[in-house]
């Protein structure tokens, strides 16, 4: 009986050796409604692997969350790489033993369509193998293979509010509430904190009144947003047939931003407070960041009541992080 209870004991043990290994022990993934795209499995194989040979590394992507996402791809850096021309055989090099370019390291994914309710998600699958680098007799070292995961994304989000003129209100008795906005999955969430309905206190003085309404925009996900500016550097170096690379240095300058929109809708426009395009590129600062619209109503006579279907749109790039390890042992010269 203790025989079998060791064995029982052993076998639970190995299967759960063998899936921290597919894992790659990347980060702990988003809750559902912040997911986007996780990690399946980061891996290598053989691990460990003879020194001077081989090695296959695998890795695989799927979109949990609710918006296609677009130009997937994934930088593989930290360990040692043959570069500059070189073949220095202590480092790794690409499967013909030579130079590994920022292209060799880089794992394209292109689009990652979102799940629906007919469909799941579908993940895919890439792969890249090097070779390990030559080590002494008896040596045996533990690589660890970080990578940062890049791709487009976006959050959609909506409510209703409804807007009337100080003569409705007072004559409704005052009602109050507040909005509340509806966000699709993904690590980029919006909130509004207006009372509602928006009372327009000055329409008979004026056939154009304004209100400002405004957005909080928090990161809850587990990654960097990045947005491009009109003005910044481009965060894409090129595009090759496989598919984009992105600057990592640009990415950098740009870590933290969010492009952000209110959809106008009938009469109202929506303009941001401190810009003349009807997108703004938010700074988030500790998590979070706020920007303010002017709410511009168009009106004809002296009284107002509607309920407005509030849209906003997030537009960003997001970058997470993964990792994996790679033990080389060195073998007989």
Request: glycine share 6%; proline share 5%.
């Amino acid at each position: 009986m203790r025989i079998d209870q060791n064995r029982t004991v052993l076998a639970i043990m190995f299967f759960a050796v063998i899936v921290s290994g597919c894992t790659g022990g990347g980060n702990q993934e988003e809750t559902s409604s912040t997911a986007s795209v996780q990690v399946n499995e980061f891996s290598a194989f053989p691990n460990p692997t003879p020194s001077g040979q081989k090695t296959r590394f695998r890795m695989q992507l799927v979109n949990q969350g609710d918006a296609e996402a677009r130009n997937v791809s994934v930088r593989l850096y930290n360990p040692p790489f043959a570069d500059n021309g070189t073949t220095d055989t202590k480092t790794w090099r690409d499967g013909s033993t030579g130079n590994v370019s920022i292209e060799d390291r880089t794992l394209f994914f292109d689009t990652l369509s979102a799940p629906s309710d007919q469909t799941p998600a579908v993940p895919k699958t890439r792969t890249r193998t090097y070779t390990a680098p030559e080590l002494d007799q008896g040596r045996t070292i533990s690589y660890d293979w970080n990578a940062y995961m890049m791709f487009e994304y976006q959050t959609d989000a909506n409510t209703e509010i409804q807007i009337m003129g100080g003569e409705q209100y007072r004559e409704q008795g005052s009602p109050s509430g507040s909005a509340s906005l509806e966000n699709s999955r993904g690590p980029i969430k919006m909130e509004v904190r207006t009372p509602t309905p928006i009372v327009f206190y000055d329409v008979n003085r004026n056939n154009n009144p304004e209100r400002q309404l405004c957005v909080i925009i928090r990161n809850q996900g587990n990654g960097i947003p990045f947005a491009e500016e009109p003005s910044s550097n481009n965060i894409y170096m090129n595009r090759s047939d496989t598919g984009y690379t992105y600057n990592l240095s640009a990415v950098q300058e740009q870590e933290n931003k969010v492009n952000v929109r209110i959809e106008d809708i009938g009469n109202v426009d929506f303009e941001p407070f401190d810009s003349s395009n009807d997108q703004k590129t938010v700074d988030i600062l500790s998590g979070k960041g706020v920007q303010c619209w002017d709410m511009k109503v168009d009106v004809s006579g002296s009284s107002i009541q509607t309920t407005v279907p509030l849209s906003l749109e997030a537009v960003y790039n997001y970058r997470k992080s993964t990792k994996t390890t790679a033990t080389v042992e060195g073998r007989r010269q």
